[in-house]
């Protein structure tokens, strides 16, 4: 044990002779890759899948970066992913019309190993976390009122009610999968400019949700508001529920609405990073 000790302290004291540590800053954008279904889109016509992924969108990262020689380091960022808005529901009927979008606000962190083909070409390959976020929910309804509907609440038939709500997602402990391959071109001794292709494979299995703004007016058909806050967060429709959890199984007959099956939302992408990057002084070599 103690030889083993003793060797690898060896390694370690060699390859620190040349170690070299660098910071990095960088943004981007990044698509969908094998995109899941989301959700549907429907018309007098038919119904149509949308798919997609709520890893798309804009991402910034800062990232240190430990090389123990000219080709090996290790690598950790943190990263922050304003996610592109994915259709989840959009309904366009007669008497009915759905507007239901959905987009991810989150943070990440990934440990990486770095290699350099030569002083411009690197890969890294590593682990992805999320450590916060949500994926946020924005929805828009519009529903005639039946002649029963528009007597109870003494409105004119042709009336409709006009609802706007914002639900919250939370999900669990997530691991996922990190590899890029990148360009950097050197301006002086401390700085560099880089490019990179970036793929994230990574799943998010939800835990929780939460609604977090409600509001229903009453419309008359000229479009004035005959009544504003029917329904809010501290009065919602008989029904509906502000949390909901996410559980893998319900017993036989449940009537809790406040439990649903849980499912997993993709949040896999590809993505073309820009930044720069500071190197700091790099140690100078002993000779032994």
Same mark, same amino acid.
């Given at each position: ?10 390694? #370690? ?8 540590? &660098? ?24 119904? $149509? ?5 709520? +890893?798309? /969108?804009? @991402? ?34 007669? !008497? ?26 690197? /890969?890294?390959?590593?682990? #992805?976390?999320?450590? +916060? ?15 029963? $509907? ?14 706007? *709500? ?5 999900? &669990? ?20 400019? !880089? ?21 229903? @007016? ?6 004035? %508001?005959?009544?504003?806050?029917? *329904? ?14 996410? %559980? ?16 997993? %939302?993709? *949040?896999?992408? !590809? ?18």
């Amino acid at each position: 044990m103690k030889q083993t000790i003793v060797i690898l302290a060896a390694l #370690l004291l060699s390859t620190t002779s040349y170690a070299q540590f &660098q910071v990095s800053a960088s943004g981007g954008y990044a698509i969908g890759s094998a995109g899941m279904k989301l959700g549907e889109t429907l018309t007098v016509n038919g119904i $149509e899948n949308s798919y997609g992924s709520y +890893g798309e /969108g804009l @991402n910034a990262q800062l990232r240190g970066t430990y090389f123990f020689n000219d080709s090996f380091g290790v690598d950790l960022s943190l990263g922050y992913l304003h996610g592109s808005d994915q259709t989840v529901s959009k309904v366009t009927l007669p !008497f009915t019309e759905v507007d239901a979008i959905a987009r991810a606000r989150a943070f990440g962190a990934a440990a990486s190993i770095v290699y350099k083909f030569n002083p411009n070409v690197y /890969g890294r390959i590593g682990a #992805l976390v999320k450590l +916060g976020g949500k994926t946020e929910a924005v929805v828009q309804q519009q529903a005639d009122f039946t002649q029963a $509907e528009a007597d109870a609440i003494g409105v004119p038939l042709g009336s409709y009610s006009e609802t706007n *709500y914002v639900e919250d997602f939370h999900g &669990q402990f997530p691991l996922g999968f990190v590899a890029a391959l990148g360009y950097e071109y050197p301006i002086d001794t401390n700085f560099s400019v !880089f490019a990179e292709a970036e793929y994230y494979g990574i799943s998010l299995k939800r835990k929780d949700s939460e609604i977090t703004e409600f509001n229903t @007016n009453v419309v008359l058909p000229d479009g004035t %508001v005959a009544v504003e806050g029917l *329904y809010t967060l501290n009065n919602l429709p008989q029904g509906t529920n502000r949390t909901t959890t996410y %559980v893998d199984e319900l017993p036989a007959g449940n009537t809790d609405t406040s439990k649903q099956l849980a499912v997993k %939302v993709p *949040y896999s992408s !590809f993505g073309i990073n820009f930044g720069v990057i500071y190197k700091f002084k790099k140690a100078a070599a002993t000779t032994r």
